[in-house]
């Protein structure tokens, strides 16, 4: 059973360009949550996606957006790139629960120049 | 607004020896998770605590939850080289199905011979 899984591992932009992260969720996940990790932070949550929709989104500004798919996957699009944007980029998938455990994938290492 | 509080930031431990990591958090909440990360490595689930005076264990580890005073500890009895790494609590920030996590600030660990 394949786990949660992103691409691509690692990118490197310039400021003001656009980025676009993809995530495929666990097998029988409807759920995907998306993290951002700055150095030698803990992850921040950015949204979470259900059903094709954002439900929830954390403190970050519009230049975050996503989508998710019919089949679960989901994007992470990032526009007007800054340098502060330099992150892991966690994608979590889970069982549409309020207690399910969100499992977390390898991650996109983003660093913007 | 919802904040999540580990101490130690950094513990570094002889093998064999024991030591508990602290994790506090402000507001109610009775979904409590703990993940480890190794370096450049993404998150993996180590415990779920759902209720009050939850205790879950695995091995060397040891999660506890007291949901009264906003506390989880994870134990370490007798370290080994191979539990270092840094270790994340995260408190679930939201009721229903909506699962959005708040980190803590993480603990790294250093186990040394």
């Known amino acids: 059973d394949a786990g949660v899984t992103q691409s691509p591992t690692h990118l490197i932009k310039t400021r003001g360009q656009q980025v676009t992260l993809r995530c495929s969720p666990k097998s029988g996940h409807d759920t995907v949550s998306w993290y951002q990790q700055a150095l030698g932070q803990g992850p921040q949550f950015i949204f979470q996606y259900y059903e094709e929709e954002e439900r929830q989104r954390g403190n970050f500004p519009d230049r975050f957006s996503g989508h998710q798919f019919p089949n679960y996957s989901s994007e992470l699009n990032v526009n007007a790139l800054l340098l502060g944007d330099s992150a892991l980029y966690l994608c979590?998938?889970?069982?549409?629960?309020?207690?399910?455990?969100?499992?977390f994938g390898p991650g996109t290492r983003l660093l913007v120049l | 607004e919802l904040k999540v509080e580990q101490n130690p930031l950094f513990l570094s431990m002889q093998e064999g020896k024991n030591y508990t990591i602290y994790c506090n958090y402000s507001t109610t909440s009775d979904r409590l998770y703990w993940y480890r990360q190794d370096p450049g490595k993404s998150l993996e689930s180590l415990f779920v605590l759902l209720s009050n005076g939850a205790v879950k264990q695995e091995g060397r580890l040891m999660a506890s939850l007291d949901t009264k005073a906003r506390l989880s500890t994870l134990h370490i009895t007798a370290a080994v080289h191979d539990l270092s790494a840094t270790y994340f609590c995260?408190?679930?920030?939201?009721?229903?199905?909506?699962?959005?996590?708040?980190f803590g600030t993480g603990t790294l660990l250093a186990v040394q011979p």
């Open positions: 995260a408190v679930g920030g939201a009721g229903g199905a909506t699962n959005k996590l708040i």
């Open positions: 979590a998938s889970s069982y549409n629960s309020g207690i399910a455990t969100q499992y």
